[in-house]
């Protein structure tokens, strides 16, 4: 899908060069399905749930997400910001 590309490479411009390779796969299902919970990130890539978390932990600080409405019914949102 050209619009994922499209979010991937402007992402990429930005801090996902200092992301390690587990983070760039957590941040690729963030951005393919941002309604992923952090379990379903986590069996689809065979990783533990405190892995997903210390990434999404990342991001946050990274203001590469942000969360948009509930932790149950939200979704995350890839930012623009820096």
Request: hydrophobic share 40%.
């Amino acid at each position: 899908n050209w619009e994922i590309e499209y979010v991937v490479d402007k992402v990429a411009d930005k801090m996902v060069d200092n992301l390690s390779k587990t983070e760039r796969m957590v941040l690729n299902c963030i951005i393919s399905n941002p309604r992923m919970s952090q379990i379903e990130i986590g069996n689809k890539l065979l990783l533990g749930k405190t892995t997903i978390q210390n990434a999404i932990v990342r991001f946050k600080k990274m203001n590469l997400i942000i969360r948009v409405g509930s932790n149950k019914t939200g979704y995350w949102k890839v930012t623009d910001k820096q």
